[in-house]
């Protein structure tokens, strides 16, 4: 029996990127002068953000520390107030991130970004995306801060820290991407399958850490070699 995939397109995702030639549903920020607290950075606070900024605490290329310095030094002088928060590992993040961004929308939050690699804004875009039809209209932004940053690279933006965070606080426009569901997961880039996602999957992050984007390299050729084809069948749309 061969194995079989579903996929269909299921949701749409609006990212934040420089020079946007895609206009969908123009998100501005709201503009908060000194004396409401434009400098403070809110990190964990209880005042309604104007951006919540959700770090990848495992990541080691980026810490929270710079972050919060970034946001200081990009957001504070346009008069924007953030609240930053870590995301643990493992399940218990995936109910954080569920639970800051249910907080932050509720309190008139439009742009949640995600400070991560593509795990990590994969599991931001997860929960924006499965949010009911006619909420409010909600943009993704990205802190590139992983090993490839596929969605942040395809979308042309900059890897710097402080060069991205302005692009989220200074973008009128987001881009819409369409979303694939395979099995229960949203997809936003690609789907691999055979060498490639074994590649994903068994690339240890200390490996990623200590030579980057070539861990995947090295991954992928030793499994590709001796690795037996296999029919798929795949699903699109229902066709």
């Known amino acids: 029996m061969s194995p079989r995939s579903t996929a269909r397109t299921k949701a749409e ?20 002068s000194p004396g409401r607290g434009g400098s403070d950075p809110h990190r964990n606070g209880s005042t ?37 928060v870590s995301i643990p590992p493992g399940k218990e993040g995936e109910r954080v991130v569920g639970r800051q961004i249910a907080r932050a929308v509720r309190e008139g939050c439009a742009r949640i970004v995600a400070a991560g690699g593509d795990g990590t804004v994969s ?33 042309g933006i900059p890897l ?19 979303a694939v569901l395979a ?18 999957r068994d690339t240890p992050r200390a490996q990623q850490e200590k030579i980057g984007r070539l861990a995947y390299v090295l991954t992928f050729i030793r499994r590709a070699f001796g690795f037996r084809p296999r029919w798929f069948t795949l699903q699109l749309d229902g066709v």
Do not use: K, W
Request: aromatic share 2%; net charge positive.
């Open 13 to 32: 995702l609006l990212v934040l990127r420089p020079e946007s030639p895609v206009a969908e549903r123009p998100n501005r920020l709201r503009r908060t």
């Open 183 to 200: 099995g229960r997961r949203y997809i936003f880039t690609q789907v691999g399958i055979g060498p490639d996602a074994l590649m994903i």
């Open 48 to 84: 309604p953000p104007d951006l919540l900024i959700l770090h990848n605490a495992a990541s080691t290329r980026v810490t929270v520390e710079a972050i919060g310095e970034a946001a200081a030094t990009v957001l504070a002088p346009r008069g924007l107030t953030h609240r930053l």
């Open 123 to 155: 599991m931001v875009a997860q929960c924006l995306a499965r949010r009911r039809q006619g909420a409010p209209a909600v943009s993704l932004g990205i802190v590139p801060a992983g090993t490839a940053n596929v969605l942040a690279r395809e979308l």
């Open 160 to 178: 710097g820290v402080e060069e991205s965070l302005a692009v989220v606080a200074d973008a009128s426009r987001a881009v819409q991407l369409d």
